[in-house]
């Protein structure tokens, strides 16, 4: 049965090599190639059709296989983690796709372009209760995995002038302080943590 299978792919293979816009020889191929796990052969495949693709809907749904293929059947994360890169070159605000961004990255290590997903993510957030844990999220990855103390003190800095009594970037800038020994600065959060906090328990807590 493996080499009847492969004698079909073969066959729709050439059938393509002839008539590239056949639809029914695309669709047979496709499926056989996903039967028999021939991931990189599917990935050629859908790369192919990208190549002939004409309207962005298209092009962005073959991409979503790639990837998905990639990040799914593969475990290629920085291979998946491009082309969604590529899916947001064509559309930057396809949501599916930066929060996929974020996901693979992670995965891949790539800690900065787990950055620019949270980046793209927060911007298109209009709700701050859904907003800032995003970017809290992206000053503790610029912080704690990129070192970068200088940026997420920035980043904090940002949080909280959206919102003067978010606790979790308060916590998080004073940590920062804290460890370079900026106690000034330490003291100028434990000032704000004081004045947003509401009930006097809480107060008392500080």
């Given amino acids: 049965r ?3 299978e492969q004698k079909a792919v073969e ?6 090599t002839v008539f590239p816009d056949h639809t029914q020889s695309f ?3 496709s499926r056989l190639l996903r039967v028999s796990c021939q ?8 790369e192919l059709a990208l190549d002939r693709a004409s309207h962005q809907a298209q092009r962005i749904a073959l991409l979503l296989k790639v990837a998905q293929i990639y990040e799914d059947n593969l475990t290629d994360f920085e291979s998946a983690m491009r082309t969604y890169q590529r899916i947001l070159g064509i559309d930057p605000a396809h949501l599916l796709a930066i929060q996929a961004l974020q996901r693979t990255s992670e995965q891949a290590g790539v800690f900065e372009e787990l950055v620019v997903g949270l980046d793209k993510e927060a911007a298109l957030t209009p709700d701050n209760a859904l907003k800032l844990p995003l970017l809290q999220r992206a000053a503790e990855v610029v912080d704690e995995s990129l070192g970068d103390r200088e940026s997420a003190i920035e980043r904090y800095r940002a949080i909280i002038e959206l919102d003067a009594g978010y606790h979790p970037a308060l916590t998080g ?3 920062i302080f804290y460890r370079a020994g900026r106690w000034p600065a330490l003291l100028e959060v434990h000032r704000l943590e004081f004045n947003a906090a509401t009930t006097k328990p809480a107060k008392l807590g500080l």
Avoid: V
């Fill in 2 to 4: 493996q080499g009847d």
């Fill in 11 to 16: 066959y729709f293979r050439r059938a393509l």
């Fill in 27 to 29: 669709k047979a191929l």
């Fill in 39 to 46: 991931w990189r052969l599917l990935i050629e495949l859908y």
């Fill in 173 to 175: 800038l004073g940590r």
